[in-house]
Structure formats: structure tokens, C-alpha cells
């Protein structure tokens, strides 16, 4: 058994121990997705699926039921056949499945409706993702329509159903050495991705251009996809948060943003730079491109154990306020500024999120109501941003169109934390240097 094989099932163990007494929890692999006419989507499994099996075709449900005799871990897959997988490629097949995922038992997908109603039967609760796929939901109540139908005889429904989220997810907030490694070798893929882009960008390129550097940087390195839409985004694009077309020309003396991450062993990264299109600042560029810095080093800075979840954000609201005032783009006493949330303007995203098996991973950022404090094993993004809008007439001219980002993946350690996205030119004076000396 594989060491990976070996961690999902003590995962599926540690969910089960966290389960009510007499209870099922149900998974659901994630759905094909159709592009257009016959044409999928890459097929990417549903994140808490591969967490608990590490199995990535569809067509697949998993239950979990903690004391069951004949076996507590049931899943259920595509059956073999020559003939179907000729056109449609391998599948594992539930004998194989039981030796390569270590689940108790497998059966064919084809006769879940007949066996599940017998696995939940007698069982008081049932935990799975409520309301998240109309389609499950509605499978999932047709099994206890079956028992219903049948409590004449003596079958008895489940009382309550459960969300199996939170439990699931606070397992994934924590991530394990196993997990830590497919992070940092995401991390390193994708910044030899920002190195490749950055060495090769002159003005007169297109962003789609940038966006091949990264492509070919990742799947050369074993990544069969980015971990979200990559954003590459030159002059007043840097200004649009989540800019995806990537069609514009780069110009002389544009700035150019870049947001990608590939994913690995389907563990994100997600990482930007911003450099400029020429390879030297504006004076202009260089000025709040150092107050970004400034307020990342800051941030990075207030990530440790028992630290507030809030902490870094707060670092970095501090430095870019103060900064905007210095430069006279932000008016008055940088604590009220900071109280009227002033920065806004120009800073107006939170400084990260979790990073994991998603983009945007699973956790909670608040107990009770209150954030949460940092623990060895979480995994956030740090990542302030300063952007000037073009149409922003309060400001001077000299000052529109510059956005800047800089973004990391930083893990919690026991003593404080670890930068995984290392490598890739960070301050005024590595990019200019590292793109000065670039063979173009
Ligand atoms: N790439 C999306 C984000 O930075 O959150
Ligand atoms: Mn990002
Ligand atoms: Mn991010």
C-alpha cells in the first residue's frame, strides 16, 4: 500500500471516529461536465471525494459506515469492461479498487440503487453535502424512499441527516507532510512558470503569449492543469481583480500581472507577480509596487501558531495606508483611515485564504463568530494589492492604471511559518536584474 493510500484511509478513519453513533456518511464523486455538444471538461474529482480515496474517475460514491461488521469503508465504481474502456479509456474496476484504495468492499456503480437502501437501513443518521448537487440530493432521498416503503416490514429510516462539511473540512484545514510536499512541488512548478514569463515578456507580446509560458511550464513538469484560470493581465487589466480573457497587447511601460498556479497531484498553488512589460519601473510603478512589498513582508510576518486569523490582514491594511498617505493618494490620519476602511479604494480584497486541494480551500475563518487562530499545518495565501483604477479622477493621472499584487502560499510551522512558492524575483532590484539579464 502506498504511503498516500495509507493516509487516506487513517483520513477516513479519523472522519469516521468524529461521526455519531449509528450513523453513514455519503460521498459523491464530482459529475462529468459537458463543454459543449460531446465535448467534457477535463474531469476533475470533487475535492473532499479524492481527500478520503485518492480516486480520480467518475461515476463513483463512497460510503463510510463506522462499526459495520462486514466492512466500514463501501465504494462503488465503473465495472470493467474491454469493450467500453476501448473508447472511453482504463478503469480501475471494484475488484482492483479494494486492493488499490484499501476499502473494505467495491461493488459496480450500476447497483448502488439496489445495495445503498441496505447500507443506510437501521442507521439513525446520515451525514453527505446537502444542497450542494440537486442530483444527489434527490438520489440520496429516493434510498430512504426505498426503506420508507418498506417500514411495514420493519425497516427503519434514518431520523437525521447530517452536513458532513464541517467535520471533513476541518480535517482538510490541517494538512499532513504527505500533503505539505504536493504543495511545495506545485509551488516550485509554478514559479518556474513566473520565471518563464517573465524572462521572455517585451512589449508588443500578447497576455495569451505570457499565459503559454506558464502552460508550458507547468505540464512539462507533470501538471495536467492550472489550479484556477490563469490571469494575465498587462497595463489597466492589472486594475480587474479576477481578469481571465488575457487577449490584450503588453505595452511599452505597462505593468503586467500575473495570478497562476498550476495544480499537482491535485493540490493547488496560486501565486502572483507583477513586473513591468519593459523591464524597469516608472518611478510611479516603483512606489506603490514597494508599498505592496512592504505590506506582504508585513503580513507574512504575523503568520505563526495562535496568531489571529486576521493579523495579517491587518498587517498589511496598516502598511498600505500608511503608504497611500505618504504618497498623498490617501488624505488624513492614517488610524481614522483605517477605521473608515478608506484604503478600500484601493486594497479591496482580504489578504488571503487557505490553500489546499482547492483554490480557495475549505475551513472556517471564524469560530463563534470570532477569527480563528493560526495552527502548524494550515496553509494560507498572503496576498495584499494596490489598484489605482484608470477612471479614478480623485487621484493624479501619473498614479491611474497601476495594479499591483504580490502573492505567496505560506505554511503555518510550529515555530512560525514557511514560504512554499520561493524562488521567483520579488523585490524591485531581483526582477529588474533577473529580467535585464533574460535571453530573450
Ligand atoms: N487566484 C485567485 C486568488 O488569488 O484568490
Ligand atoms: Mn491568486
Ligand atoms: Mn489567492
Known amino acids: 500500500m502506498s504511503s498516500q493510500i495509507r493516509e487516506m484511509k487513517t483520513r477516513r478513519k479519523e472522519l469516521m471516529a468524529q ?21 467534457e471538461y477535463p474531469y476533475r474529482q470533487s475535492s473532499d471525494f479524492y481527500y478520503l480515496t485518492g480516486f480520480a474517475e467518475a461515476d463513483a460514491l463512497l460510503a463510510l459506515i463506522p462499526g459495520r461488521k462486514q466492512g466500514e469503508v463501501v465504494l462503488f465504481c465503473t465495472e470493467k469492461n474491454p469493450e467500453k474502456e476501448l473508447w472511453h479509456g482504463r478503469v480501475m474496476g471494484p475488484d482492483a479498487a479494494i486492493d488499490e484504495l484499501a476499502v473494505d468492499d467495491a461493488y459496480p456503480i450500476g447497483d448502488v440503487d439496489e445495495i445503498l437502501p441496505g447500507l443506510i437501513e437501521g442507521r439513525d ?3 453527505y453535502a446537502m444542497g450542494k448537487d440537486d442530483q444527489f440530493d434527490d438520489r440520496v432521498m429516493n434510498w430512504v424512499k426505498v426503506i420508507r416503503s418498506k417500514s411495514k416490514m420493519g425497516a427503519h429510516p434514518p431520523g437525521e441527516f447530517m452536513m458532513l462539511d464541517h467535520l471533513l473540512h476541518e480535517l482538510r484545514l490541517i494538512k ?30 500578447h497576455e495569451y ?8 511550464a507547468f505540464t512539462r513538469n507533470g501538471s495536467r492543469s492550472p489550479a484556477y484560470s490563469s ?14 480573457e488575457n487577449t490584450s497587447e503588453v505595452k511599452e511601460g505597462d505593468l503586467v500581472l500575473i495570478d497562476a498556479g498550476c495544480e499537482f497531484g491535485h493540490y493547488a498553488s496560486d501565486i502572483t507577480r507583477t513586473f513591468p512589460a519593459s523591464g524597469k519601473f516608472s518611478p510611479e510603478q516603483k512606489a506603490i509596487y514597494e508599498i505592496v512589498l512592504k505590506a506582504q513582508e508585513a503580513a507574512i510576518k504575523a503568520v505563526e501558531p495562535g496568531a489571529n486569523w486576521d493579523a495579517p490582514h491587518k498587517a498589511s491594511v496598516k502598511v498600505i495606508t500608511q503608504g497611500l498617505v505618504k504618497l498623498g493618494l490617501l488624505k488624513g490620519k492614517p488610524a481614522e483611515l483605517i477605521k473608515k476602511q478608506a484604503y478600500r479604494d484601493f486594497y479591496m480584497h482580504r489578504v488571503g485564504h487557505w490553500l489546499g486541494i482547492d ?11 470570532k477569527w480563528r487562530l493560526l495552527e502548524p499545518g494550515m496553509v494560507t495565501t498572503i496576498e495584499p494589492g494596490i489598484y489605482i483604477s484608470p477612471d479614478n479622477t480623485k487621484v493624479a493621472k501619473k498614479w491611474r492604471g497601476i495594479g499591483v499584487r504580490i502573492e505567496d502560499d505560506v505554511l503555518v510551522t510550529r515555530k512560525g511559518h514557511k514560504i512554499l512558492s520561493t524562488g521567483i524575483p520579488k523585490t524591485v532590484a531581483e526582477i529588474e536584474t533577473f529580467m535585464a539579464k533574460a535571453v530573450h
Open 359 to 369: 483554490v480557495h480551500d475549505v475551513g472556517d475563518y471564524k469560530i463563534d463568530e
Open 19 to 39: 461521526m455519531e453513533p449509528n450513523s453513514i456518511a455519503l460521498l459523491a464523486a464530482a459529475p462529468v461536465k459537458m463543454r459543449n455538444a460531446d465535448a
Open 125 to 127: 443518521r446520515v451525514y
Open 176 to 205: 499532513s507532510s504527505g500533503e505539505i510536499k504536493l504543495m511545495t512541488q506545485a509551488a516550485k512548478i509554478s514559479a518556474e512558470g513566473h520565471k518563464r514569463a517573465m524572462a521572455v515578456c517585451q512589449p508588443g507580446m
Open 209 to 216: 503569449e505570457l499565459e503559454a509560458e506558464l502552460l508550458h
Open 231 to 244: 490571469i494575465v493581465a498587462a497595463g489597466d487589466n492589472a486594475c480587474i481583480l479576477h481578469y481571465t
